[in-house]
C-alpha cells in the first residue's frame, strides 16, 4: 500500500503518471513531484519490506532536486529485482479535482508499463474526485493511493 500527497502551486509543470499534462497548477516538490508514481513507488517498496521512497530516494539530497520520476521508478523496481522480486500488478487512485484525468489514463499506463517492464494491462489507473470537500476539494494538492502485488522471480 502506498500514498503521496503533494501541494499544488503556479509556476511548476504538472507531472503525473510520468507524463506531463497541461494544468494551470502543477504539484509542488523536491523533485518532479509525480504524486501518482510516487505511491506507486511506495507500494512496491512496501511489499518488499524496503521501507519507502523517502529512505532510498530522499527530498534533502542534491541527487534528487528536481529528478524525473519516472527514473525513481525505474530505479525501485531494480531495487526490488535485486532481491527476487518483479511487479505483479498495481492498482491506483488519484485524487484531484482538476484537470480531468481520464482522457490521460492509457499514456500514464503505457509511460509507466514501460519504465517498470511489464504490460499497460498490468496497471488499473482509477481517477476521482472529493466531491469539492478537504484540501483537494478546495484544489490545495493532490493525493494519490497505490496498491502493488509482486512475485518472486
Known amino acids: 500500500m502506498g500514498y503521496d500527497v503533494h501541494q499544488l502551486v503556479e509556476s511548476r509543470l504538472l507531472w503525473l503518471g510520468g507524463i506531463k499534462i497541461e494544468h494551470e497548477l502543477g504539484l509542488l516538490g523536491h523533485s518532479d513531484a509525480d504524486v501518482l508514481i510516487h505511491a506507486i513507488c511506495d507500494a512496491l517498496l512496501g511489499a518488499a519490506n524496503m521501507r519507502d521512497i523517502g529512505f532510498h530516494f530522499p527530498d534533502n539530497s542534491e541527487a534528487t532536486l528536481d529528478m524525473d520520476s519516472k527514473i525513481i521508478l525505474r530505479d525501485v523496481v531494480a531495487l526490488l529485482a535485486e532481491k527476487g522480486w518483479k511487479v505483479g500488478n498495481i ?60 512475485t518472486k522471480d
Open 91 to 150: 492498482d491506483a487512485t488519484v485524487c484531484a479535482e482538476r484537470p480531468k484525468l481520464n482522457p490521460h489514463i492509457p499514456a500514464m499506463k503505457e509511460v509507466m508499463a514501460e519504465v517498470m517492464g511489464i504490460s499497460p494491462d498490468d496497471i488499473s489507473i482509477k481517477a476521482t474526485t472529493t466531491e469539492r470537500l478537504g484540501f483537494t476539494g478546495r484544489e490545495e494538492g493532490m493525493s494519490a493511493y497505490a496498491v502493488a502485488l509482486i
